[in-house]
């Protein structure tokens, strides 16, 4: 888990909670990249009647940057809507469903996606253009609209072909651009409960300063479901010129990525009537690129502020990197285990390098992330590497969680091999040591195959098959195309927009004209029309 519940206000809004994010050259498709980012965390599969969903109010967006300026060039833009069938019926399905379009599915949710190009794609239709003096001139389009979501892994009675309705969620668009959105199972393995237990590892908590026996890690997200956005782009979607980068040490190859969620500026609520709008610009309420920035470097009085602001002002947040609490605090929770630590007193230039610069050329033989000098927060990814060979030799059927022979999993570069879990062989990875734990990437999954871990059912805990997150590939798929790819957005409503300044001299001129030509005794503007005032300055005054 890396960000999951990590500030005060977000806590309250799951919804709009952004939990991961993963970026990846993808392995069936060498000459694309997958973008993954989750929502709605910790999710227990029991979750009736009012299973879980994405935000119809929430704006879901992912950013590339691909000049190293800490703003991005590049958005996705998620909007959701739900519909019902039957308003008189609690039930969220009134019999099996069997496929996306079942008559017996009575809860549905459908998403359309928007690509803004631009020089920071921030300022569409949000609060951060009306404090720009230039605002950006942006192009948006919208690749994809009345995409089907699947439903939730309800139970063996109402989804008895999960996989299925996992396989025809997986939406094609035009060039070459897939995308998916959707309940899944949580791959992140984290011990949760003992972790924010006073920082307990528990194969080595004999040598904490409140000592017990020792015992194995415990998988607290193993049987819990999460909403992913998962979306598969060619690479020359990605780059500033549409190029496919070759050389592994050019600045140019490295892309930063992170995702976001907004709410509009204002809500309203008429309990009379039973009505909730929304309207004003869209406001960032959560933001993530690398995992656990603001769950455990930045403080706890400051964790809200950090969601509402852009990586590209994250150098407010450098002495918090330099000197992460948690180092300070590992030498006294396990007193002499750590000595190097409990001596260190410089800035941890290694940290800033990891989180916030990338690593530049020389550090890693072969290997380079770095995106510049502005500090920001995001998740660095090398387009010029491809996936490596030596993965588990292993392909995933989507009916099936058995390990069969075929191509090689590769996306996890210089990663180890995955290790199943007992029932399911592809439910995560993680090193084969004791106490170490991975980052598990959610969807797209673990082979050639891209596959699509399946959402656990209600009763994953007590050992029922579906366990197993396997779905079916990419390119299993045939769905038809939305409407026209280069389809233009209209302009963000006025409100979102901020006045220009000629507007703005000329209102206030027109107010002083009118003030000048008020009756005596008058407290009303004039509404003339132009030629009437016309006239009258014309007239001499009596």
């Avoid at 009575?106 to 609060?127: E, I, L, M, P, W």
């Avoid at 199943?420 to 004791?434: D, K, N, Y």
């Amino acid at each position: 888990m890396s960000s999951h519940r990590e500030a005060p206000e977000i806590s309250k809004d799951p919804v709009a909670d952004n939990a991961d994010v993963y970026a990846f050259v993808s392995p069936d498709r060498p000459d694309t990249v997958t973008l993954i980012s989750n929502f709605v965390p910790l999710q227990a599969p029991p979750g009736g009647p009012n299973f879980f969903e994405f935000g119809d109010d929430v704006l879901y967006s992912i950013y590339i940057d691909n000049n190293g300026d800490g703003r991005p060039e590049i958005s996705y833009l998620f909007r959701f809507s739900t519909r019902l069938r039957n308003r008189n019926t609690f039930l969220y399905n009134t019999g099996p469903v069997t496929s996306l379009g079942s008559p017996n599915w009575n809860k549905r949710q459908f998403y359309s996606v928007t690509r803004v190009d631009g020089h920071d794609t921030t300022a569409y239709g949000t609060a951060h253009a009306a404090h720009q003096h230039h605002r950006p001139k942006l192009h948006a389009r919208v690749l994809g609209s009345n995409l089907a979501c699947p439903p939730c892994n309800v139970g063996p009675r109402s989804t008895p072909n999960y996989p299925a309705l996992g396989e025809a969620a997986v939406h094609t668009l035009a060039n070459g651009v897939k995308v998916f959105a959707g309940q899944r199972t949580d791959g992140f393995y984290v011990d949760l409960g003992a972790i924010f237990d006073l920082a307990d590892l528990r194969p080595f908590q004999h040598l904490h300063l409140i000592p017990s026996a020792d015992a194995a890690g415990v998988d607290a997200t193993k049987t819990l479901n999460i909403h992913t956005i998962a979306l598969q782009v060619p690479i020359s979607h990605l780059t500033p010129h549409g190029s496919v980068p070759k050389n592994a040490g050019s600045s140019s190859s490295v892309i930063g990525v992170w995702s976001a969620a907004s709410r509009r500026k204002v809500r309203m609520i008429d309990k009379a009537n039973d009505e909730r709008s929304q309207s004003g610009p869209w406001v960032q309420v959560s933001r993530l690129g690398n995992p656990l920035f603001n769950e455990v470097i930045v403080p706890l009085g400051r964790k809200d502020k950090w969601n509402t602001l852009y990586p590209a002002q994250d150098k407010v947040f450098l002495k918090n990197v330099q000197h992460p609490e948690v180092a300070k605090l590992l030498p006294v929770l396990y007193p002499n285990v750590f000595p190097n630590l409990a001596g260190l007193t410089k800035p941890r230039g290694d940290l800033v390098a990891i989180l916030l610069t990338g690593l530049p050329n020389g550090v890693v033989p072969g290997f380079q992330n770095y995106t510049g000098k502005v500090p920001a927060d995001q998740l660095r990814l090398n387009l010029a590497i491809p996936p490596t060979a030596g993965g588990c030799s292993t392909t995933w059927s989507a009916s099936s969680c058995e390990r069969s022979p075929g191509r090689r999993t590769a996306w996890w570069t210089r990663r180890s091999n995955p290790t199943p879990r007992p029932g399911c062989s592809l439910r995560g990875w993680r090193r084969p040591r004791t106490g170490t734990r991975r980052r598990s990437p959610t969807s797209l999954h673990r082979s050639t195959d891209s596959t699509l871990p399946r959402a656990n059912p209600r009763n994953a805990a007590a050992g029922h098959p579906s366990l197993c997150p396997a779905a079916a590939s990419w390119e299993a798929l045939h769905v038809a195309r939305p409407r026209s790819f280069e389809r233009r957005l209209p302009r963000p409503p006025a409100h979102a927009r901020a006045p220009a300044r000629g507007l703005l001299r000329t209102q206030a001129s027109g107010v002083r004209r009118a003030r000048d030509r008020r009756e005596p005794g008058s407290a009303g503007r004039s509404h003339r029309c132009r030629h009437a005032r016309r006239r009258d300055r014309d007239q001499p005054r009596a």
